[in-house]
């Protein structure tokens, strides 16, 4: 499975974003998609997952009710909705896929390359 993430860029505090996820190769409709992200100097973070279907979530409770999870099912993309950003929220941002439980501990075994967001305040 291949991951290409897109979407990111340099924003204003309080603007919106939507990033992207294009997944290839061996995709399978069990495939769990999630959104994490890594701040200079910290540990990479979960953000959210979804089901292949997009039918099931789960977010961190750290982003749960700003940023926004989804998935296009004809373009095989997975999207990152995220409101209100802060300059908290500058990180690299990465999508990635693993099998198993929506909720789980599985390690994800496929990594996108990246997409960096950088907020100004």
């Known amino acids: 499975v291949q991951l290409q993430a897109s979407g990111g860029g340099l924003v204003q505090a309080g603007v919106s974003l939507r990033l992207s996820c294009a997944a290839s190769?061996?995709?399978?409709?069990?495939?769990?998609m999630g959104w994490f992200r890594q701040a200079p100097g910290k540990e990479r973070e979960f953000l959210a997952a979804?089901?292949?279907?997009?039918?099931?979530?789960d977010y961190a409770d750290s982003v749960k009710g700003r940023f926004t999870i989804s998935r296009d099912n004809t373009k095989s993309t997975t999207y990152l909705q995220m409101n209100i950003l802060g300059p908290e929220d500058t990180a690299v941002y990465y999508c990635?896929?693993?099998?198993?439980?929506?909720?789980?501990?599985?390690?994800?075994?496929?990594w996108g390359q990246g997409t960096q967001v950088t907020v100004s305040s």
């Open positions: 979804i089901t292949w279907g997009g039918g099931m979530f």
């Open positions: 190769g061996r995709t399978t409709s069990n495939l769990i």
């Open positions: 990635a896929a693993r099998t198993g439980p929506l909720r789980s501990s599985m390690r994800y075994a496929y």
